[in-house]
């Protein structure tokens, strides 16, 4: 009966484990726009990129950022231009990083101070932006736009999407191509920093919104399914005895 006690609970551990992750999603577009700036002191919201007219937000002091939060998550967003890698962000090359609200598709992006018509993350002025989270999350359905404040399928006269590196907690993870097709991509990875450094000459992109989750743990599932096994052998051991 013990044993059986042992194995209803570790069932049910297993259970848990297996449940769904939390997850929080960011809206940075004016589409469905959820979050704004948490450290309101370094919004500069005169930083218009169509027509003059905007409620475009920029940093003041561009190596603070943005904060936002959501759901108790906490992320700060950084920009930087002059960048080709990891250790020229650690550096502070801080740009202004906008959030590009007006129109719809649009998101976040490295504005570049000498061509108020650029709000993307490009690789002409070497730019790219970084996301640190408070916590280590699974970054999932990140989604991008490109100029002209369309998706990267969209046709556009600024170029395509590109491609980007893309560092999680300082390791290299490899170049991701967006191009002119891809909108979405489901995982980013799992960390709590993110870098994405532009690397197309004449492209760029915006994050319009992401989807951050919690982890169960799951490398955790074989052993406790091991103990689970083990259990059921002993019990039939001494049932034979």
């Known amino acids: 009966m013990k044993t059986l006690r042992y194995l209803a609970a570790a069932a049910l551990a297993v259970g848990f484990m297996a449940a769904p992750a939390n997850a929080t999603t960011f809206v940075f577009k004016g589409d469905g726009l ?13 930083c218009a990129t169509t027509g003059g007219v905007s409620n475009d937000l920029c940093t003041i002091n561009h190596a603070e950022g943005f904060e936002y939060s959501k759901d108790s998550v906490v ?10 890698t990891q250790d020229d962000a650690n550096a502070n090359n801080a740009a202004r990083l906008i959030q590009d609200i007006n129109p719809a598709d649009s998101g976040l992006g490295a504005w570049s101070e000498d061509d108020t018509s650029d709000d993307q993350t490009q690789f002409d002025s070497r730019e790219a932006i970084r996301f640190v989270f408070d916590d280590y999350y699974s970054v999932n359905d990140v989604e991008f736009n490109r100029g002209g404040d369309t998706n990267c399928s969209t046709p556009a006269n600024e170029g395509d999407c590109g491609s980007f590196q893309l560092f999680i907690d300082g390791v290299d993870m490899g ?11 489901p995982g980013l990875g799992y960390g709590k920093d993110f870098l994405l450094i532009a690397l197309t000459e004449g492209n760029g992109f915006t994050i319009a919104q992401l989807t951050v989750s919690d982890i169960p743990v799951p490398a955790a599932l074989p052993l406790l399914l091991s103990g689970l096994a083990g259990l059921g052998f002993a019990s039939r051991r001494r049932k034979t005895a």
Do not use: C, K, W
Not at 34 to 46: E, G, I, Q, R
Not at 75 to 84: L, Q
Not at 175 to 185: C, F
């Open 175 to 185: 170049t991701i191509v967006l191009g002119s097709v891809v909108d979405v991509i």
């Open 34 to 46: 959820n979050v704004t700036p948490d450290n309101v002191a370094n919004v500069d919201d005169s």
């Open 75 to 84: 992320v700060d967003v950084y920009a930087y231009a002059g960048v080709t």
